[in-house]
C-alpha cells in the first residue's frame, strides 16, 4: 500500500501552487487592507472596501471574455473541440459568482457612500444585466437537444452577451454616473503608498483565485461531460442487454399453447415476463 | 464598531463566504464525480 494516497477530485500540482499563492497574496491584501492602510480623507474607513470592490469587477470581466475567446473557439471550424466549450461553461460560472461578489459588495459600499443600497446608475445598471446574460447563459447551457448543437447555441449566445462587459468598463467615461471612474488606469493614478500596495495585491490576490477556481472548475466540467456521457452509454447498454433477454424467452415460450393463449403477458413490465408468465399458467 | 466599520466588515465578510461556499462545492463535487473513474485516471497532469 502506497503511503503517499491516489489523487481523487480535481486537484493537482499546478492547484496546489496556485492555491498556496492566492492564500498568501489574499492574506497579504487582508494585512494591508483591514491594518496597514491608512483610512482614506474623504471616505474615511469606508475605502478599505476598494481591497476586494474592483478586483472582484476585474476577474469577473476575464471570466467573461474568457467565455466569449473559447466560444469563438468552439465556434471557428479550424479549432472547433468539445474542450472549448466546456471551458466556456466553466468561465461562465466562475465569472458569474464574481459578478454576484461584485454587485453585494458594490451595493455595501453604494449604502455608505452614496446612502442607498441600489440606484440605476449606468455602470450599476450594465453589470446586473451582466449578470442576468450570463446566468441565462448558464441555463442554455442545460437546456435539451443533443450535445453539439447546444454547445453551438451557447456559444453564439456567449459571444452575443460579452458584448456588454467593455460597455460595462467603459460605462463612467461614456455616461454622467454616480460610480467614480478609474483609479489605476490614469497617467497619474488618485491613490498612492499602502493604499496602491494593496490595491494592486487584491487584483493579483483575487486574478490567482479566479485561475484557481477556473481550473478545478474546468476539470469538473470535464468529470460531468464524462459522467453524462458514459452514463448514458451504460444505460444504453443496460436497456439492449434487457431487450435481448425479453426477446430470448418471448422466443423460448413462442411455441407453446400457453403463452398463445396469454396475450395479455407480452404487455408485461421489461425484465419480469417469465415470472408472471409461469405465474399466469 | 461604527457604521462604517460594520459595512466594511459586511463586504469583506461575503466575499470571503461566497468565495469559499463555491470553491468547496466545486471541490466537492469533483471529488465525488472522480470516484467513478478508475483509479488511473484519477491523476490530472
Known amino acids: 500500500m502506497s503511503l503517499i494516497p491516489k489523487p481523487t477530485g480535481t486537484a493537482n500540482r499546478t492547484t496546489r501552487v496556485l492555491g498556496a499563492g492566492a492564500l498568501v497574496t489574499a492574506a497579504f491584501t487582508a494585512w494591508v487592507g483591514l491594518i496597514e492602510s491608512p483610512p482614506d480623507v474623504t471616505q474615511g474607513q469606508l475605502v478599505r472596501i476598494i481591497y476586494v470592490h474592483p478586483a472582484a469587477a476585474t476577474a469577473c470581466y476575464v471570466a467573461f471574455g474568457l467565455c466569449a475567446l473559447s466560444s469563438v473557439a468552439y465556434l471557428w471550424p479550424r479549432t472547433r473541440s468539445r474542450r472549448w466549450d466546456l471551458l466556456a461553461g466553466a468561465s461562465a460560472e466562475v465569472g458569474v459568482v464574481f459578478c454576484v461578489l461584485t454587485l453585494v459588495t458594490g451595493s455595501i459600499w453604494g449604502r455608505g457612500s452614496w446612502g442607498v443600497w441600489w440606484t440605476w446608475d449606468a455602470r450599476l445598471t450594465l453589470t446586473a444585466l451582466l449578470l442576468a446574460l450570463f446566468l441565462g447563459y448558464l441555463a442554455l447551457r442545460r437546456s435539451g437537444g443533443d450535445g453539439e448543437s447546444r454547445a453551438r447555441r451557447s456559444a453564439v449566445a456567449a459571444v452575443c452577451f460579452s458584448v456588454v462587459v467593455p460597455i460595462d468598463h467603459y460605462a463612467t467615461s461614456w455616461w454622467r454616473t454616480l460610480h467614480q471612474g478609474d483609479t489605476l488606469l490614469k497617467v497619474d493614478p488618485s491613490i498612492h503608498g499602502w493604499q496602491l500596495v494593496g490595491m494592486a495585491a487584491s487584483f493579483v490576490a483575487q486574478l490567482l483565485i479566479l485561475s484557481w477556481l477556473l481550473l478545478h472548475r474546468y476539470r469538473l466540467e470535464q468529470l460531468e461531460d464524462r459522467y453524462e456521457t458514459e452514463g448514458f452509454a451504460a444505460a444504453l447498454t443496460e436497456r439492449r442487454a434487457e431487450a435481448a433477454v425479453d426477446a430470448g424467452s418471448a422466443a423460448a415460450l413462442a411455441p407453446t399453447p400457453t403463452a398463445q393463449a396469454a396475450p395479455e403477458a407480452s404487455s408485461a413490465p421489461a425484465g419480469q415476463p417469465a415470472p408472471e408468465r409461469e405465474n399466469s399458467q | ?45
Not at chain 2, 39 to 45: C, D
Open chain 2, 1 to 45: 464598531m461604527s457604521y462604517f466599520d460594520e459595512l466594511v466588515a459586511a463586504a469583506w465578510g461575503s466575499t470571503f463566504l461566497i468565495l469559499v461556499a463555491y470553491a468547496a462545492r466545486t471541490i466537492r463535487r469533483g471529488r465525488v464525480l472522480s470516484r467513478s473513474l478508475p483509479e488511473e485516471e484519477r491523476t490530472w497532469r
